[in-house]
């Protein structure tokens, strides 16, 4: 079996989710714009392609309104000026742990190096980890935002690599997407612990599949035997 040596997170979704209140986020986002609202955070939220576009959020969640609009017959809308608003109110320390997340985090500390590889910008997502009072349990962050590429491209996984000094094949990562942590984590040669969060579509094989984060200690004593 295989004996990891180290441990990488990513962080929304994975380690950690958004507690703000969304709806009255959304209708202070029209309120403070001078729109007459239409549709939800969950039109929005599906409206939106991918992961947040950190060199131009106005113009990702513009798009993501204009969707929503159209839905709406609300052509008329000034979306950029929706998102600009959007933009303003999220606030990224408002967020709480996933369950079983501390003892995942104390399992991977206790096998070897830890770390987070998220495609947030470096802001964010130091003020997520500073919130969760977790910003010094890992042995690097790295921000893919900053990076050329950003996840599923290999460069953000060899950068925590090179990082804490370890090799892939040793090396677990646990995301909670397919499409972005599994592929983008196999890709670079390490092996993948995807935490169940949608249902799956594609050709994705985890090697592990979680169904919550208190999953990661039984699979890092098993691979250490």
């Given at each position: 079996?295989?004996?990891?040596?180290?441990?990488?997170?990513?962080?929304?979704?994975?380690?950690?989710?958004?507690?703000?209140?969304?709806?009255?986020?959304?209708e202070?986002v029209?309120e403070?714009?001078?729109?007459?609202?239409?549709g939800?955070?969950?039109?929005?939220?599906?409206?939106?392609?991918g992961?947040p576009?950190?060199?131009?959020?106005?113009?990702?969640?513009?798009?993501?309104?204009?969707?929503?609009?159209?839905?709406?017959?609300?052509?008329?809308?000034?979306?950029?000026?929706?998102?600009?608003?959007l933009?303003?109110v999220?606030?990224?320390?408002d967020v709480?742990?996933?369950?079983?997340?501390?003892?995942?985090l104390?399992?991977?500390?206790?096998?070897?190096?830890?770390?987070?590889?998220?495609?947030?910008?470096?802001?964010?997502?130091?003020?997520?980890?500073?919130?969760?009072?977790?910003g010094?349990?890992?042995?690097?962050?790295?921000?893919?935002?900053?990076?050329?590429?950003?996840?599923?491209?290999?460069?953000?996984?060899?950068?925590?690599?090179?990082?804490?000094?370890?090799?892939?094949?040793?090396?677990?990562?646990?995301?909670?997407?397919?499409?972005?942590?599994?592929?983008?984590?196999?890709?670079?040669?390490?092996?993948a612990?995807?935490?169940?969060?949608?249902?799956?579509?594609?050709?994705?094989?985890?090697?592990?599949?979680?169904?919550?984060?208190?999953?990661?200690p039984?699979?890092?004593?098993?691979?250490?035997?």
């Amino acid at each position: 079996m295989v004996k990891f040596d180290a441990v990488l997170f990513d962080l929304d979704g994975t380690l950690c989710r958004r507690t703000q209140d969304t709806e009255a986020m959304y209708e202070r986002v029209f309120e403070r714009a001078s729109e007459e609202p239409f549709g939800d955070p969950d039109d929005l939220w599906t409206a939106l392609s991918g992961p947040p576009d950190h060199d131009d959020p106005i113009g990702y969640y513009g798009a993501g309104f204009a969707r929503v609009a159209a839905r709406y017959d609300r052509s008329d809308a000034d979306v950029l000026a929706l998102a600009r608003e959007l933009v303003s109110v999220i606030d990224d320390s408002d967020v709480a742990l996933l369950p079983g997340a501390v003892d995942a985090l104390d399992a991977a500390a206790a096998i070897g190096t830890v770390g987070v590889v998220t495609n947030g910008p470096t802001d964010s997502q130091r003020t997520k980890l500073d919130a969760l009072g977790i910003g010094d349990r890992f042995d690097t962050v790295v921000c893919a935002a900053e990076l050329p590429r950003s996840k599923p491209h290999t460069l953000p996984f060899e950068r925590a690599l090179d990082d804490l000094g370890v090799t892939p094949e040793r090396t677990l990562y646990v995301g909670n997407t397919l499409e972005y942590d599994v592929a983008g984590a196999q890709n670079a040669g390490l092996a993948a612990a995807w935490l169940r969060s949608e249902t799956p579509v594609g050709t994705y094989d985890p090697e592990y599949v979680l169904e919550s984060l208190s999953d990661v200690p039984s699979i890092l004593r098993r691979d250490d035997a």
